[in-house]
């Protein structure tokens, strides 16, 4: 950094990614007046329930003879309707120990047409999916589980993103045979902050298979 007091810095940083949303990364930062280095394993949270979760160390060492070691993991569960999420920091140092810590409960109350209903939090707009009357179906938006419909064939969604093409699929193996459907893909485009209605119209039928019999 060449400024009216030049530096030098250096970073390194070492990324491995066993699964798609596990990551464990390392990171070396030398500064002018410290060296940092932290190691990090992340799970991300999935787009739909489940749960994920961070952890860092992090060790510095400053040219005054400063040394401080902070730990801070944190965890965060999609549940259908709530997010639950807590973080705690210690940090050690020559001065003491500092601790902290937050646990936080987000969720929101939405409404389309008729049906009302809670969910996670909508940052920007959601949508009703509507599978006939058949619980237990399993709900994919653009290509990632999000959730399965409740008894009464509903769920919300609230991940959608304005004025882009989201793909709503529904698992047709869940889906009785005696149920036809018209389709099992729709593309919606909501407006920003707005609420849609995916419908996913099912009839049921009865098959009968048999013998027949023909004497001439």
């Known amino acids: 950094i060449r400024e009216e007091r030049s530096t030098q810095e250096f970073f390194l940083s070492v990324s491995y990614s066993p699964r ?23 799970q991300s949270a999935p787009v739909g329930e489940g749960l994920g979760y961070r952890a860092a160390v992090d060790r510095t060492a400053a040219d005054d003879g400063q040394r401080t070691t902070s730990f801070s993991p944190s965890v965060q569960y999609n549940s259908r309707y709530n997010i639950f999420r807590g973080d705690y920091r210690v940090e050690r140092s020559a001065a003491g120990t500092m601790e902290s810590y937050m646990v936080a409960v987000s969720g929101a109350v939405v409404a389309a047409g008729p049906v009302v209903g809670f969910t996670r939090p909508v940052t920007d707009s ?45 698992s047709d193996r869940d889906v009785p045979v005696n149920y036809s459907l018209a389709a099992v893909s729709r593309v919606v485009s909501p407006q920003l902050q707005s609420g849609s209605c995916v419908s996913f119209p099912t009839t049921r039928t009865q098959p009968v298979t048999g013998m027949l019999r023909v004497q001439v």
């Open 20 to 42: 798609r949303q596990n990551t464990l990364s390392a990171r070396h930062q030398s500064t002018r007046d410290r060296i940092t280095d932290t190691l990090e394993v992340m």
């Open 126 to 170: 959601f949508a009703l999916v509507q599978v006939g009357d058949l619980p237990g179906v399993q709900v994919s938006v653009n290509g990632q589980d999000f959730g399965t419909t409740d008894g009464s064939g509903r769920l919300f969604v609230p991940g959608l993103g304005s004025y882009v093409d989201n793909r709503i699929t529904i």
